[in-house]
């Protein structure tokens, strides 16, 4: 059984003014999150900031998160890291703080060949019990696990048993389902393509847009697979400018923005990451007008 279908979302961090953890606020958004729908909360991925977390920070967080929920919805902890030792680390403190499944990233910067991914996956599984879904996002680690090594990574550990894919390669996606029988776990790491990715079999999405859409983001994905196919892409195509607004700078810069607009208060980046352009905050405040989140 998946860890979840339908929506997961890829929850901001919020930050105080000096810019520590606002964990007050993190309470509010997350029930927001279970009020309206959301399917899972994924905690302390990119959106999440984890990148300029402290380890410390890093599994509190997670730790928080997984006491507010209560259980109510699945919780994915983002535990991904450049250095295996790491990762096991933070991998093994998630489980123990009672996430129900991980999300790893594959290896940054340092860019792992395919023979290197596979050990890095399989030392990590070997460390822990709970499930675990690889996140593949060449366009910001370098680094694209192909499709016949997930696979391979896929079958060598009974706790990997999912992928976010967000390459935006249909064909790699396809082979990867060709390859497993359609037995994976497949979510789609880019809003804009929810119905593409369900199309090959896919259960879900790990979501920005849900961060300030939860309710919509829930529709797509339910309705692709209760088989209002009709009506989950008319929703994407209604979702697709503001969507495509949310990424018209790296995320998470815009969607926090976004949130704060709507006057869920979740505070400002931690740098490197600065403030949106004004041009780009005008395109993002006039499609979250069109969509209705704000007037």
């Known amino acids: 059984m998946a860890l979840f279908t339908g929506a997961g979302v890829a929850l901001i961090t919020p930050m105080k003014e000096d810019g520590s953890v606002n964990y ?3 309470a ?3 029930d927001f999150q279970i009020d309206n729908g959301t399917d899972s909360i994924i905690i302390c991925g990119t959106t999440g900031e984890a990148a ?3 380890v410390e920070e890093h599994i509190e967080v997670i730790r928080f998160c997984c006491e507010q929920v209560k259980g109510r919805i699945p919780v994915v902890a983002g535990t991904g890291s450049n250095c ?6 933070l991998s093994r403190e998630a489980e123990n703080a ?3 499944g991980l999300l790893c990233v594959t290896p940054y910067y340092n860019k792992a060949t395919q023979t290197g991914l596979e050990a890095h996956f399989k030392k990590i599984a070997d460390s822990v019990r709970i499930p675990i879904i690889l996140y593949n996002v060449p366009s910001r680690t370098g680094c694209n696990i192909k ?25 790699q996606v396809a082979s990867l389902m060709n390859l497993t029988d359609g037995k994976i776990d497949l979510y789609s790491g880019n809003d804009d393509q929810i119905v593409p990715i369900m199309s090959l079999g896919g259960k879900g999405v790990i979501s920005v847009f849900s961060n300030v859409a939860p309710r919509q983001a829930h529709e797509i994905p339910t309705d692709f697979l209760e088989g209002r196919t009709a009506d989950a892409l008319a929703k994407q195509m209604k979702a697709l400018p503001l969507m495509n607004a949310l990424f018209c700078e790296v995320n998470p810069i815009p969607v926090k923005h976004a949130m704060n607009l709507m006057g869920m208060e979740v505070g400002p ?3 490197p990451l600065s403030p949106m352009e004004p041009e ?16």
């Open 24 to 26: 007050e606020k993190l």
């Open 269 to 271: 980046l931690r740098m």
């Open 52 to 54: 300029t977390l402290t």
């Open 147 to 171: 499709a016949g090594t997930a696979a391979r990574i896929f079958a060598a550990s009974d706790n990997v048993v999912g992928i976010k894919e967000a390459t935006g390669d249909m064909s």
């Open 280 to 295: 780009n905050l005008e395109r993002l405040r006039a499609e979250m007008v069109n969509y209705g989140l704000i007037k």
């Open 28 to 30: 509010e958004i997350i």
């Open 98 to 100: 009672g996430a129900d």
């Open 84 to 89: 295996t030792q790491s990762a096991i680390t």
